[in-house]
């Protein structure tokens, strides 16, 4: 019996075809409202802040989350977990990336959603402030400080993530690549699209976030179920039998989830079909 969905953001839940990241559609609005009434919660597992539903599109929508790929969590409405980065360690990163191999915007990410580039003058985070594409972008404020700068005040709130845009698909592999073999397997390090990855502490990825959620309601991970759409969903996948993968996904990643739907609401018709089948199988045993 599934007791709770955590379901990815981007191109899965903000899915409004052939937009991937366009607002939560009445379709899906509705299929959430009958899930909760069938007492099954709805949660979402992303690599934004936690309250970047709510925030952007509908403020109604204050729902347990597993945000930034498993830095933080919400649950009922309170942060119960963050990863944390002392400046030694932010230093430390910082001379992975200083060679310069291939050109990146590396950033990081503060407890309440401050960005903080690694030179904020620079060209890539110039780009990034003027957002020509006009992408949703995720932040509260971009600070003026370099990263560098930032760490040397001990009065600055530590660092929650770290993230890092490429031009080309071949940074990603061998920055990748740089900071297993520097840190052996220290960092949880994602890579969230073709371009980009995100650096956390203690092993924290959506999988984790969810079994420590799952853990504190005292909820079984045979008892969830997972829905995404990209690379930064394998260790959910992994790790939630009840896997569900958007039918637009790469087929590699469609190929690590038990079920291909083509929406949120088909994943949450499924689920309630399956648990009205169960609790007949049930009644018919006794």
């Not at 191999?101 to 990081?108: N, V």
């Not at 297993?180 to 969230?192: E, H």
């Not at 959506?206 to 853990?215: E, N, P, Q, S």
């Not at 996948?237 to 896997?243: K, T």
């Amino acid at each position: 019996m599934i007791k709770m969905l955590f379901s990815d953001l981007d191109g899965t839940l903000l899915y409004i075809p052939p937009r991937l990241t366009s607002g939560v559609s009445p379709e899906n609005k509705a299929a959430i409202r009958r899930l909760q009434q069938h007492h099954v919660r709805f949660a979402i597992a992303t690599g934004r802040s936690v309250d970047f539903l709510s925030r952007t599109f509908d403020p109604e929508l204050v729902l347990d989350t597993v945000g930034m790929c498993g830095a933080s969590i919400r649950l009922d409405g309170e942060m119960i977990y963050q990863t944390d980065f002392d400046p030694d360690e932010i230093e430390s990163l910082l001379e992975v990336f200083s060679d310069d191999r291939y050109e990146r915007r590396f950033l990081a990410v503060t407890p309440d959603n401050d960005y903080v580039f690694e030179d904020p003058q620079s060209e890539a985070a110039q780009e990034f402030r003027l957002n020509r594409s006009g992408y949703i972008q995720d932040y509260r404020s971009i600070l003026d400080l370099s990263l560098a700068e930032y760490i040397q005040n001990p009065a600055n709130p530590h660092i929650n993530s770290c993230f890092c845009h490429f031009d080309v698909e071949e940074g990603v592999d061998y920055y990748k690549d740089m900071l297993k073999r520097r840190f052996f397997n220290r960092y949880q390090i994602v890579q969230t699209s073709p371009y980009s990855i995100v650096i956390m502490k203690d092993g924290a990825n959506k999988g984790t976030g969810i079994a420590k959620i799952a853990g504190l309601l005292g909820i079984q991970l045979e008892e969830i179920a997972v829905i995404g759409d990209s690379e930064n969903d394998f260790e959910m996948f992994a790790m939630i039998p009840n896997s569900f993968c958007m039918d637009h996904a790469r087929p590699d990643i469609q190929a690590k989830a038990k079920h291909i739907v083509h929406s949120v609401a088909e994943c949450i018709d499924f689920i309630l079909q399956e648990n009205a089948r169960q609790r007949l199988e049930e009644l018919n045993l006794l």
